[in-house]
Nanobody
Framework: QVQLVESGGGLVQAGDSLRLSCTAS????????MAWFRQAPGKEREFVAA????????SYADSVKGRFTISRDNARKTVFLQMNTLKPEDTAVYYC????????????????WGQGTQVTVSS
């Protein structure tokens, strides 16, 4: 049984930093593209960042480029999202997702999802 468990969310002020973690079990982690998505209240879930399985290529949404960094530790089966200079508009539930076959921003392509962790940024 595949499980993705996110942690690290919380309530912070604008300009602060947070580091999210997502630990996987039940899958061959180093074979999967790992990504972060987020869903703000009243909005659709949107792509945030992704990292390939083998060569460490990454992709970011324009809204987070230069502020967020995705990384992974295959030995620990964990993907991270370092979020700096947080803004109130970053407030959302953040989800990690895993996809074995492709490196893209499409939510429908991802096979497995975590339950999410809440990030709230106050102004």
């Amino acid at each position: 049984q595949v499980q993705l468990v996110e942690s690290g969310g919380g309530l912070v002020q604008a300009g602060d930093s947070l580091r999210l973690s997502c630990t996987a079990s039940g899958l061959f982690f180093s074979m999967y593209v790992m990504a972060w998505f987020r869903q703000a209240p009243g909005k659709e879930r949107e792509f945030v960042a992704a990292m390939t399985a083998f060569d460490g290529r990454s992709s970011y949404a324009d809204s987070v480029k230069g502020r967020f960094t995705i990384s992974r530790d295959n030995a620990r089966k964990t993907v991270f999202l370092q979020m700096n200079t947080l803004k109130p508009e970053d407030t959302a539930v953040y989800y990690c997702a895993a996809d074995q076959s492709s490196f893209n921003k499409l939510e429908a392509e991802y096979d497995y999802w975590g339950q999410g962790t809440q990030v709230t940024v106050s102004s």
